[in-house]
């Protein structure tokens, strides 16, 4: 969202200011206003106008034009562009208001959200000081495990991002373009750039197609918005000599694009892609409209005094109202609309503040002018942000004072195997003195394959199977595991006990996608189903000794449905029991392993994190966590192909009958969602093996000793 110079093709008295030894277009800063009021509207969560993320969008268009005229009229002046003094101008202009609202952020994430949330938003807040936060969001947006955590209160600064990287780049080409081209830079440059740009833009059409949750961050599929400004500041001139009556048109049609997006779209529209040529077509036109005074055009009613004064504090505003939305909304999650849209119009006082009396005595202020100055300063306060997010890491570990066990004094499930321990209520239990692993740590307590380059967890967008193999690999007798994530936790139990026994695990899962002929498209897994029936084919080409099913989703969509209300549990289970009697027409056994309960309120181990002394606020019931689940689905799907069993280990994750605790034997059970910690997973492994036996009929596994 930059505020570079930006100089009409004509002149008015009316249309254009001086400030601070430039020319400014006023209908510039009226669309800024347009923009940043959009999106605060969206944000705010006004229904009618759901499409105001669109006025990032506008912002992209906005900042190619300037930031390129700037370039333009320095290649045209000198026949270069001088680097340092750019990149001087932009960390003038950007870091001292970014890193105020990194500190900021910072606070809010301390005071104001789960101490579990602390790391992730640390790490966000270096990334964004880096202002590479944006490849971060899309890394965590394809995430399944990634599902606990909430709105970043630095997730707006993606968008900086974005533009900071085209301000890395595209200067430099035109240095390079310059230098090469002499005379014919500017047309060297509009081939580079539409080339760039037309690139961009088929790969954002696809990508968001293939992969929305990606699509929607990443660089690649967004430097065509700002390439369509940038293109139009290199043809101004040209697009400066059309009729004005054309271009007066063009401004009016511009911000009737703009209006359609904003009421038109909504979360369920696929972004950025094809969609995101209606606002940025709408933006450019309305830029071209002003390039000179146009008469009829939307420059007066752009230029009236409120949207120029609001335009010009609009970098401010964007980066002030998210974290204070997100902080509003962690105090009061109901907070009604009128509230929330208030709040959005008081970020403008900290917005003004920061700008007044921050933001323009470093921009506008003589110490600053030399730019080897102006550079340290922005790199001292890119290390701010970076020491901010650190210190928010470090602060995770103060102030608790459970410690965290050992390994000999954590026995989790092996603790309900003690005679000492057949009388305790689990759930009762208010504190622990020590726990494995800590609250704050949960999210990293999982099996190994998520972290390392093994791929045996396929992720979103990708349909292929990925078959790993663990336990005892040379050997014939073979078991297969399929599923989501919840089948996944088990993997490491399971592996212990294949290497005890002389099996085979062979692993076939993928994050969030279940393993049913059903359709889930609604939640744009596509590839889910294409996953499962390739997974099919490989299982029965396997032919292995049993097969282990298990997954979290409870109902899916019946043929030829296509909304999300539209969904059932038998549409699941019917789609299970396609597969599963597939299989056992070929003579290989299944298993069903439940999904286990599901927790009925916040995570679990955020309430262990802020509960303490109390771990029995934490406790669910267990009867509402097991309809929650995805067991009444398999249930059902076993009732309908003979011969499939049922491994459920609720027994253990719940011991207490009625109610399931939040730590056993000093294990903490459950991490992201609904899933288990690795450390409570294998110290199942005595009551695994002997739930496997009795399911696979004493083929697998092993049985308790009484």
Not at 363 to 388: C, D, E, Q, Y
Not at 446 to 471: A, H, I, T
Not at 638 to 658: E, H, N, R, W, Y
Request: hydrophobic share 45%; proline share 5%; glycine share 8%.
């Amino acid at each position: 969202m930059t505020t570079a110079q930006h100089l009409s093709g004509g002149s008015s008295a009316t249309l254009t200011k001086p400030d601070h030894g430039r020319t400014i277009r006023l209908d510039i800063e009226g669309m800024r206003t347009i923009a940043v009021g959009s999106v605060l509207i969206a944000h705010a969560g006004v229904p009618f106008m759901a499409g105001g993320f669109v006025g990032v969008d506008v912002f992209f268009v906005l900042s190619g034009f300037l930031i390129t005229g700037l370039l333009a009229r320095e290649v045209s002046r000198t026949g270069r562009v001088s680097l340092s003094t750019f990149w001087a101008r932009r960390m003038k202009r950007l870091l001292p208001a970014s890193a105020t609202v990194l500190v900021f952020s910072a606070l809010v994430t301390y005071f104001f959200l789960p101490i579990t949330q602390r790391k992730d938003f640390g790490g966000d807040i270096i990334s964004a000081a880096a202002y590479v936060v944006n490849w971060r969001l899309a890394d965590r947006g394809v995430d399944y495990l990634a599902e606990d955590i909430g709105q970043s209160p630095v997730q707006h600064y993606w968008s900086l991002a974005v533009e900071e990287q085209f301000y890395v780049v595209w200067p430099i080409l035109m240095l390079v373009i310059g230098l090469v081209a002499a005379k014919r830079w500017k047309r060297g440059a509009f081939v580079v750039l539409g080339l760039a740009t037309v690139a961009s833009f088929a790969y954002s059409v696809q990508q968001t197609a293939d992969s929305p949750a990606t699509a929607y961050f990443v660089t690649t599929t967004r430097i065509w918005e700002l390439g369509i400004g940038a293109l139009l500041a290199l043809a101004a001139n040209q697009v400066d000599r059309l009729p004005s009556v054309l271009r007066a048109i063009g401004g009016w049609v511009g911000i009737a694009l703009i209006a359609y997006a904003v009421f038109v779209f909504d979360e369920s529209t696929t972004w950025p892609g094809a969609n995101a040529l209606v606002p940025t077509v709408g933006a450019a036109l309305m830029i071209a409209s002003g390039l000179s005074p146009t008469p009829g055009s939307p420059q007066r009613l752009l230029s009236i005094k409120p949207m120029v004064w609001i335009g010009g504090l609009s970098y401010s505003i964007y980066l002030w109202h998210w974290p204070i939305l997100v902080a509003a909304q962690a105090e009061r999650p109901d907070m009604r609309l009128r509230y929330l849209v208030l709040l959005m119009i008081l970020s403008i006082v900290p917005a003004y503040l920061s700008n007044r009396f921050i933001e323009n005595p470093v921009r506008f202020g003589s110490f600053f002018k030399p730019n080897g100055r102006a550079i340290g300063m922005g790199l001292a306060l890119t290390a701010v942000g970076v020491g901010v997010g650190l210190a928010l890491n470090a602060s995770v570990s103060l102030g608790s004072n459970v410690r965290e066990a050992s390994t000999s004094g954590s026995p989790g499930a092996a603790a309900l195997l003690d005679p000492a321990n057949k009388d305790v209520v689990w759930s009762d239990i208010k504190s622990v003195d020590t726990m494995r692993p800590l609250a704050t740590g949960a999210v990293d307590d999982r099996p190994p394959f998520y972290d390392d380059d093994s791929g045996c967890q396929v992720r979103g967008g990708d349909p292929k199977p990925k078959l790993c193999e663990w336990g005892d690999t040379s050997s014939d007798r073979t078991v297969v595991i399929i599923g989501d994530s919840k089948m996944a936790q088990w993997q490491t139990a399971l592996e212990e006990i294949a290497k005890d026994e002389g099996w085979k695990l062979i692993q076939i899962t993928k994050s969030a996608c279940p393993f049913t002929d059903a359709s889930i498209d609604r939640s744009n897994k596509v590839d889910c189903r294409q996953w499962g029936r390739t997974a099919l084919q490989d299982i029965l080409e396997l032919k292995p000794d049993l097969v282990i099913a298990s997954h979290r989703m409870q109902d899916a969509l019946p043929e030829g449905k296509t909304d999300d209300k539209d969904a059932t549990v038998d549409a699941m289970a019917d789609g299970m029991a396609r597969y599963w009697k597939t299989l056992t027409d070929a003579g290989i056994p299944v298993v069903a392993l439940l999904d286990n309960p599901a927790p009925t309120n916040q995570p679990v181990y955020e309430c262990v994190a802020q509960n303490p002394e109390d771990l029995t606020a934490c406790a669910f019931d267990r009867e509402r966590g097991e309809s929650g689940s995805g067991a009444p689905a398999a249930l059902r799907a076993a009732k309908q192909v003979p011969g499939v069993k049922i491994l459920d280990m609720s027994d253990t994750i719940c011991p207490d009958g009625g109610r399931c605790s939040a730590v056993i034997g000093n294990v903490l059970v459950y991490r992201q969602g609904t899933h288990l910690t690795k450390t409570f997973v294998d110290s199942t492994k005595k009551q695994l093996a002997d739930a496997l036996h009795t399911a696979s009929d004493g083929a697998f596994g092993r049985k308790l000793r009484d």
